[in-house]
């Protein structure tokens, strides 16, 4: 049986001959509230669906629909041929205006049977449509893998009766309440790691921490680069991810040192070069099975995570509250670099925008990647990153307990750049 998964954020695209059975299949899989449907539109419109002339003002009631839909966080299937690159672009925009998942489902059914199919129906295509559509359709499959959707499938004559759908949470969302202690940006401050980790009640055993109540640590990202201990932070937190004692976001730094590991042609700097360097010294099983695990867990880990049913929010530089729930591309930017502006300031520092100033939502955000003197709520979100590596601090939050535990920084390990205000590090 061919299983289908789709998150239930997504706009899913059917594209494919008519004939191809696209409304049987959504109607058999979705709720009729979740399907568009070009022709329907196009009733809507005319009365008609075989009133071709009015296909122009039909398409443009078909994509208000959908993006009326999707502006409402709705999962929505469109139900057209969808076999021009235009058509699909179209589709595509919406999509991503709204930072859903795009799904495409591809009916590759042969030509006789959407032929026999349209001669069963009640309002038959000419043949001459058919033979252009299933033109498009092989030129769709020769190239559909160029074009920006984040899943496709392919489904075939024999497939049809056998799918399973599967309307599946984002990988963001974790089914876990806590408690958790939520640390901050650790930069290679392993001493401090160790110590925060020792009064928050952790006990090491086989190299993984664990917590004897069962408590779980959420890591906020940035582990490794400017401090005196990269590589043993890193290891640190891989191994309690590994286990089960652990989650964890990726920061900036560690889409960095990732894109190293790939063999990707990167600037070394901003305290990557710490890192590097302690690889160098390593002994090569030591840096193989680094780079191995590192890469591993930093391909699954989601750009942020929704736990306690949607009341706790974690990612490394923010999130807005419009993003959450949702999944794409512009959203993995904001979670890793935060609201920047494209700019740099006169230390040569990015400009960003106080997304948290104008948070309103309802879940708390904990965050850090910005370095600010002190853990303070705002309007439900919380910066823990205090700036160890900067001479600060390690800090923690304790949830659901709102408590914050810190470790002062036994050194200033790095001085490009200094622990700035909000005023000063936003517009």
């Not at 122009?56 to 966080?73: E, Q, T």
């Not at 650790?186 to 952790?202: K, M």
Request: aromatic share 6%; glycine share 8%; net charge positive.
């Amino acid at each position: 049986m061919k299983k289908i998964q789709i998150p239930k954020t997504s706009l899913v695209v059917l594209s494919g001959s008519a004939g191809c059975g696209k409304s049987s299949f959504a109607s058999r899989h979705f709720r009729p509230t979740q399907v568009v449907s070009s022709d329907h539109c196009r009733a809507m419109v005319s009365d008609s669906e075989e009133d071709m002339p009015a296909s122009g003002k039909a398409f443009k009631v078909f994509r208000l629909l959908i993006d009326s839909r999707l502006s409402l966080g709705k999962l929505t299937v469109s139900d057209s041929t969808a076999l021009t690159p235009k058509a699909r672009r179209e589709l595509i925009t919406i999509g991503r205006k709204h930072d859903f998942q795009l799904v495409l489902i591809i009916f590759d059914i042969p030509f006789a049977v959407c032929s026999e199919r349209n001669l069963s129906r009640a309002r038959n295509v000419p043949s001459k449509v058919l033979l252009s559509h299933r033109r498009l359709l092989d030129r769709t499959l020769a190239g559909i893998h160029g074009e920006d959707f984040d899943s496709i499938y392919i489904i075939k004559e024999e497939e049809l009766d056998s799918i399973n759908v599967e309307i599946v949470p984002l990988p963001v969302e974790v089914p876990l309440s806590g408690p958790f202690d939520i640390i901050g940006d650790v930069h290679g401050c392993c001493n401090e790691l160790e110590t925060l980790l020792d009064r928050l009640g952790y006990s090491k055993a086989n190299n993984v921490y664990t917590h004897p109540a069962g408590r779980m640590a959420v890591f906020t990202g940035d582990l490794g680069d400017r401090g005196p201990r990269c590589l043993d932070s890193i290891e640190l937190a891989l191994n309690m991810v590994s286990s089960g004692s652990a989650l964890y976001v990726p920061g900036n730094h560690c889409r960095k040192l990732h894109s190293y590991f790939q063999g990707r042609k990167i600037k070394i700097s901003h305290g990557l070069e710490r890192t590097l360097e302690e690889l160098e010294r390593s002994e090569k099983s030591r840096r193989d099975s680094l780079a191995g695990r590192f890469m591993e867990i930093y391909k699954k880990a989601p750009p942020y995570l929704i736990l306690d049913r949607g009341r706790l929010v974690v990612s490394h530089a923010g999130i807005k509250e419009n993003m959450i729930g949702r999944l794409s591309g512009r959203i993995r930017r904001f979670c890793l670099f935060g609201d920047t502006t494209g700019e740099v300031d006169a230390k040569g520092l990015p400009v960003r925008r106080d997304w948290a100033s104008q948070y309103r939502g309802s879940a708390l955000v904990v965050y850090g990647h910005t370095p600010v003197a002190e853990a303070e709520l705002r309007n439900n979100t919380i910066d823990i990153d205090q700036g160890c590596v900067l001479g600060g601090k390690l800090t923690a939050l304790r949830y659901p307990e709102m408590e914050i535990a810190q470790v002062e920084a036994l050194d200033v390990y790095y001085t490009r750049g200094v622990m700035r205000s909000f005023a000063e590090v936003h517009l």
